[in-house]
């Protein structure tokens, strides 16, 4: 009886383990790097095609790779990215290996460096739930 107990226990477990993994495995977002590995967060790179194709949801990770004395990385609004406008930001990262967590909706992303977001370096996207 003490065996068929801990039997019906392990059972319940095995399911329990189950379950909780799986909820670990939808929570968990997926991480993008930004331009992949060979680009990075670089100035001549078509970003938005980059984009194309892609699914973000809220919790994905965005990290942005780059030289850090060449490149940063600014968080900005819509008008700041169509006009490629450096001196207004919501975040600005500098390390040179940045991680951002995407939250609901559109996120826009521009080097504040020179005129590199002239030259293409700036990222648009849009996270759904
Ligand atoms: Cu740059």
Redesign the pocket.
Known sequence: MGLQGFRCSSIIMFYLCLTTSFIFLYAKGEVYFVGDDRYG???FFDFSNWTHGKEFHVGDVLVFK?ESS???VLQVDSTAYENCIKDSYAQRFTSGNDSVVLEEGRAWFI????D??ENG?RLQIAATP
Do not use: A, E, S, T
């Open positions: 967060w670089d100035d780059y060449l490149h940063n080097c504040g460096v020179g590199h977001c370096q």
